[in-house]
């Protein structure tokens, strides 16, 4: 299969939706409630998330393509917590449920480190739900590790997890 990473531009905001809501639906039904599901899985809601964030140029964001199809995204940022200054934050990244465990998510986690110290970062971060043992046993492979900061997040837990560069 041919794979290519790029930047997501202005037109992407379907793609970009659409990715993002399956993988919420696959990974989080077990971890969120059916009606906080139903709501941050809204295709037109994340649609309008994404056309405002590319709009405004906020953020850096990636689609990786398997045979020119959309599959994974993935965005990051300087942290958006006050007390994480100088650090990069892993904002998001997701991909199509039938494609998982094929490496396709590690290639872009590599792109987004590679791109995140190369903006001059030595630090990233990300917020995980706890109950996602999936998603935690993935970033602890990319060399994560959980640090001792959690908060409330959409009814449930999310753990602070962190990497140097």
């Known amino acids: ?21 399956e993988s919420w639906k696959a990974a989080f039904h077990t971890i969120l409630d059916g009606e906080t599901l139903k709501r941050c899985t809204d295709p037109g ?13 906020k953020g850096n964001g990636y689609i990786l393509l398997l045979n020119g199809r959309p599959h994974c995204i ?32 590690g290639r872009m986690m590599d792109r987004l480190l590679s791109d995140i110290a190369a903006a001059g970062y030595t630090k990233a971060v990300l917020w995980v739900f706890e109950a996602n043992a999936r998603a935690r046993a993935f970033y602890e492979a990319k060399g994560f590790h959980a640090t001792d900061r959690k908060k409330p997040g959409l009814g449930t837990v999310e753990i602070c997890y962190e990497k140097t560069l």
């Open 74 to 105: 993935a965005w990051w940022d300087a942290a958006r917590d006050p007390d994480m200054a100088g650090k990069a934050e892993i904002i998001a990244i997701h991909s199509l449920p039938e494609n998982w465990r094929k490496g396709y998510g």
């Open 45 to 57: 809601r994340a649609a309008a998330m994404y056309k405002g964030l590319l709009e405004a140029g």
């Open 1 to 21: 299969m041919e794979t290519v990473i790029r930047k997501v531009r202005k037109g992407d905001e379907e793609s970009l939706a659409f990715i993002q809501t």
